[in-house]
């Protein structure tokens, strides 16, 4: 819900607020001490960062409706800012180069994003394109961003925050959760505001936004900078806490796909969904392999795996939007209704929050 | 006059023969609140005043050198037959189209081309003939983004609940409580517009226009495609709005019946050009209009009117 509390959804709140904080009990409480460094290193931080940037995406292509296809520029942007700042100006906290990296972020996404002023849907997602090329290409060609280093390769130094290094993969897992539980809870306060209703607005009619005084210019590139500075924020997560060492190769259109497809699996316009699309891509290559190990054996090396996930996932997301178009957390909310309505009265079938 | 609608122009104007003497009584006696309005202090200033526009789109003429004055406080239909230019018009007076040539006066500024960012500052609202809500926000929402205009707090003063933020949050909020309330949207004000009855879209729409109580209301089709008892109640609604709140509202619709008895003055385009402009009562026994609007769809009643 888009909205803050009203009667109806009372309880369907209580219900949510209710699975937050078990989430986050477990997720503070529990995880760090009964969790495998495996679990940690190999899948819940880069879960935590993708839902991350799945989550600045969609408030980008899902609330306000503007298609990105420049995800991974963003994120490159956002670690190799974060890494300059660090190497370049000294005794400067680690916070405050995640913030500035998060910024430099979201005046590219800006720059980035001026072409929305003229261009709609597929032709402003080709524009977007152009980033991911040019980042990637800057990144590559300039050596200065990566320190010189061959092939643009840079080594993030350890996470320290007011003299504390979380170094190990409890450090760095519980670093990332921090950073995510806080920009999501400012993203939920940015769309309860008039700024959100603005977004969706700008989505859902924009001669009608414009009419009534939404200021469009302002709102879209709004959109791509707030949106940019949550997928730098994410970058900085993907490099320093889950990576370490990243190129920029690894920023490709493949990954940009993989954060759209995150959040058209997980829900479209729904922090929920981006979550529960970002855990899906982060554990279903991997329950993929285990399966595909376990009944092929040995052919079923990493070749037939990145093939196999690509052919799996693309079935299921054509499977999944014909099913429940609006993704996966719609597909939960209906079946968790009649669950749900057993504890409560009616509840809301809004799929937003 | 009655707001009562009925099924049909024909039935209409058979009965508004025989009505017409008694309504010229009553009417003399209760002059319509538009006219003590538009009296107040001296001459009356026109909200709306288009002068000349004309506007082509490829060969097809949409307008023909419309000249129109709408004075504060009135009620004032636009009719005419499918394609005689009345969506056209409100759209180069909210400025989504340009007009070839003509200016459009708003209050006391003159356009060329109406900047559609401003209109709401200039006290224009509108709705469109096709619903042009936003579907994914809750109706209540839906009316609290018609106040917009009124907002200062960026976002970061909204991020943050800044005292100002929190004021025109609040603010906003209640006007459009009181709008709903006044539509009667209590009901459903929770709910995702996109799920509604169309009627009650209609009405929801009417609502965010109506929120930043704007001057100068402009309604495309408000009653199209309702039903006939939400078409009385919408009816009844946007004469309630003139009279609570001083509302000046252009109307297009094309129930003749209902049209007759809502406006204070009617202006009728055919092929783009205005065929005739008057109260309802002149407007009804306008040859042109007759042949043109009323002739043409119902020749044998008009014979009656004549
Ligand atoms: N954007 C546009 N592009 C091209 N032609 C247009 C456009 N808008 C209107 N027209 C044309 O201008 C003429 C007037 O159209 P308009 O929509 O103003 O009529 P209308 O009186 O509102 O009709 P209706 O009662 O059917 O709504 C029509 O011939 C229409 O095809
Ligand atoms: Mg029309």
Same mark, same amino acid.
């Given at each position: 819900?888009?909205? #803050? ?28 001490? #009964? ?70 972020? #979201? ?136 990576? %370490? ?9 493949? %990954? ?33 392999? %285990? ?63 | ?176 409580? $009181? ?6 949207? $209590? ?120």
């Amino acid at each position: 819900m888009t909205t #803050a509390a009203h009667p109806v959804a009372g309880r369907r709140l209580t219900a949510n607020h209710l699975g937050i904080a078990v989430l986050l009990t477990a997720a503070y409480g529990v995880i760090p001490f #009964a969790g495998s460094d495996y679990l940690l290193d190999a899948v819940l931080t880069p879960f935590l960062a993708l839902a991350l940037a799945a989550l600045g995406l969609n408030l980008l292509t899902g609330y306000a409706g503007q298609v990105s296809l420049g995800s991974a520029a963003f994120l490159a942007v956002g670690a190799y800012a974060a890494y300059n700042f660090n190497l370049r100006v000294h005794e400067l906290p680690f916070l405050v180069s995640l913030v500035a990296a998060g910024r430099v972020a #979201a005046a590219v996404g800006v720059g980035f994003g001026l072409p929305s002023l003229r261009l709609r849907g597929f032709y402003l997602a080709v524009s977007t394109l152009a980033a991911q090329f040019f980042v990637q290409w800057a990144l590559t060609k300039f050596g200065w961003f990566s320190n010189d280093s061959p092939s643009g390769v840079i080594d993030a130094p350890p996470l320290a925050v007011a003299g504390i290094t979380f170094s190990g993969a409890v450090g760095r897992y519980l670093f990332s959760l921090t950073v995510v539980v806080i920009s999501t809870l400012l993203a939920i306060r940015l769309l309860r505001s008039q700024v959100g209703r603005n977004f969706i607005a700008l989505r859902d009619n924009e001669t009608a936004a414009k009419v009534i005084g939404v200021p469009l210019l302002r709102t879209k590139l709004l959109a791509f900078g707030v949106s940019s500075f949550i997928v730098g924020i994410a970058g900085v997560l993907w490099a320093f806490a889950y990576l %370490r060492t990243v190129e920029p190769a690894g920023f490709n259109l493949d %990954r940009s796909f993989g954060i759209l497809f995150i959040i058209i699996i997980g829900g479209l316009a729904s922090i929920r969904g981006a979550v529960l699309g970002a855990a899906f891509m982060v554990v279903f290559p991997l329950l993929l392999s %285990r399966l595909g190990a376990a009944l092929l054996g040995d052919i079923f090396n990493s070749g037939v795996l990145e093939m196999s996930q690509r052919i799996v996932i693309g079935a299921l997301i054509i499977g999944l939007l014909i099913a429940e178009p609006r993704g996966l957390i719609a597909l939960v909310d209906r079946l968790a209704e009649p669950i749900l309505r057993r504890f409560s009265r009616p509840l809301s079938r809004s799929t937003q929050s | 006059m009655s707001l009562v609608a009925t099924s049909g122009g024909d039935a209409l104007v058979l009965a508004r023969t025989h009505e017409r003497a008694a309504e010229a009584a009553r009417e003399a006696e209760a002059a319509p609140p538009a006219a003590e309005a538009a009296l107040v202090g001296g001459a009356p200033v026109p909200v709306l005043q288009l002068e000349g526009i004309s506007l082509s789109f490829g060969g097809i003429t949409a307008l023909d050198g419309i000249d129109l004055a709408v004075a504060n406080g009135e009620i004032r239909a636009i009719i005419g037959p499918n394609g005689a230019g009345k969506s056209s018009l409100l759209n180069v007076v909210s400025g989504l189209y340009r007009p070839d040539r003509g200016m459009v006066r708003l209050g006391s500024e003159r356009f060329a081309h109406v900047p559609t960012s401003r209109l709401a500052a200039l006290g224009v609202a509108r709705t469109f003939q096709n619903l042009a809500l936003f579907k994914g926000l809750p109706v209540l929402d839906n009316v609290i983004t018609g106040f917009v205009h009124r907002r200062r707090a960026g976002f970061v003063r909204q991020i943050l609940s800044t005292p100002q933020a929190r004021r025109e949050e609040a603010e906003s909020r209640a006007a459009s409580e $009181d709008v709903i309330a006044f539509l009667h949207l $209590d009901a459903v004000k929770h709910q995702l517009a996109g799920g509604l009855p169309y009627g009650v879209q209609k009405r929801v729409e009417l609502a965010r226009a109506l929120v930043a109580r704007p001057q100068l209301l402009l309604l495309d089709e408000p009653l199209a495609g309702v039903t006939l008892g939400e078409k009385q109640e919408l009816a009844a609604h946007i004469s309630n709005t003139r009279d609570a709140y001083g509302t000046t509202i252009v109307l297009i619709e094309h129930d003749i019946g209902v049209v007759m008895g809502l406006s204070d003055r009617i202006a009728v385009l055919d092929y783009g050009r205005k065929i005739a402009d008057g109260t309802p009562d002149e407007v009804r026994s306008d040859q042109a209009v007759i042949d043109a609007y009323l002739g043409v769809a119902h020749e044998g009643e008009t014979e009656l009117v004549v």
